[in-house]
């Protein structure tokens, strides 16, 4: 898992998250076996204090300038800081299932 050990390493480096959680996704869109294209991220970090949405999510997609532009197809984000984390129990949305490209086809 060459992907998303190099999305693990860069948002540890550049969060310093307290908790880190990378889904690799790919098995519930239509690719191929093993692939490394969809993945959901959990990041608890006492830097988004203070930081709308949008911006932490801007802070990840510039930590993650490379996997993006390449292998990464899509990538569902949930941040929060420590405060959060805790008053939402430690839980983060389930993923919704993927009707997009041949999946939906079938329907």
Same mark, same amino acid.
């Given at each position: 898992?060459? &992907?998303?050990?190099?999305?693990?390493?860069?948002?540890?480096?550049?969060?310093?998250?307290?908790?880190?959680? &990378?889904?690799?996704?790919?098995?519930?869109?239509?690719?191929?076996?093993?692939?490394? $294209?969809?993945?959901? =991220?959990?990041? &608890?970090?006492?830097?988004?204090?203070?930081?709308?949405? =949008?911006?932490?999510?801007?802070?990840?997609?510039?930590?993650?300038? &490379?996997?993006?532009?390449?292998? =990464?197809?899509?990538?569902?984000?949930? $941040?929060?800081?420590?405060?959060?984390?805790?008053?939402?129990?430690?839980?983060?949305?389930?993923?919704?299932?993927?009707?997009?490209?041949?999946?939906?086809?079938?329907?």
């Amino acid at each position: 898992m060459q &992907v998303q050990q190099a999305i693990e390493q860069k948002l540890k480096a550049s969060l310093s998250p307290s908790l880190l959680r &990378v889904e690799n996704e790919s098995h519930m869109h239509s690719v191929p076996p093993n692939s490394e $294209t969809h993945f959901k =991220v959990v990041a &608890v970090a006492q830097c988004f204090d203070g930081m709308r949405k =949008v911006a932490r999510h801007q802070a990840v997609y510039g930590a993650l300038q &490379v996997e993006l532009a390449g292998p =990464v197809h899509a990538l569902a984000l949930h $941040t929060y800081t420590p405060e959060e984390w805790l008053a939402r129990s430690g839980q983060a949305p389930d993923s919704p299932d993927c009707l997009g490209g041949s999946k939906r086809e079938g329907q």
